[in-house]
């Protein structure tokens, strides 16, 4: 059973950075693809970025300010997250797919954290 932990949400003005973190659980670490996913109040769950066999893919709304990567010796993805923007507020949610490509669609990731907060003031 894999389980996912995301980490380093927080409070941060128009224009800034942040980077989030993301621990999965089992020793295949870097058979899996992971996921990137946001929900904003009031709004459904969101791409945002996904590494795998499938390559790196990013949502247009956050190509070229985000950069997603990986570290497979520490069992780690990290989403950095430059020139934020008020819309980007929302809570971000990392995601484990076992079939290793990294997809667009919640539907296929088995297992998912229990989300970190972003709110990016004006």
């Known amino acids: 059973q894999v389980q996912v932990r995301e980490s380093g949400g927080g409070l941060v003005k128009a224009g800034g950075s942040l980077t989030l973190s993301c621990t999965a659980s089992?020793?295949?670490?870097?058979?899996?693809?992971m996921g990137w996913f946001r929900q904003a109040s009031g709004k459904e769950r969101e791409f945002v970025a996904s590494?795998?066999?499938?390559?790196?893919n990013y949502a247009n709304s956050v190509k070229g300010r985000f950069t997603l990567s990986r570290d497979n010796d520490q069992n780690m993805v990290y989403l950095l997250m430059d020139s934020l923007k008020p819309e980007d507020t929302a809570l971000y949610y990392c995601a484990a797919d076992r079939s290793g490509g990294g997809w667009y669609a919640p539907s296929r990731y088995d297992a998912w954290g229990q989300g970190t907060q972003v709110t990016v003031s004006s």
């Open positions: 590494i795998g066999w499938r390559g790196t």
């Open positions: 089992g020793p295949t670490f870097s058979s899996l693809g």
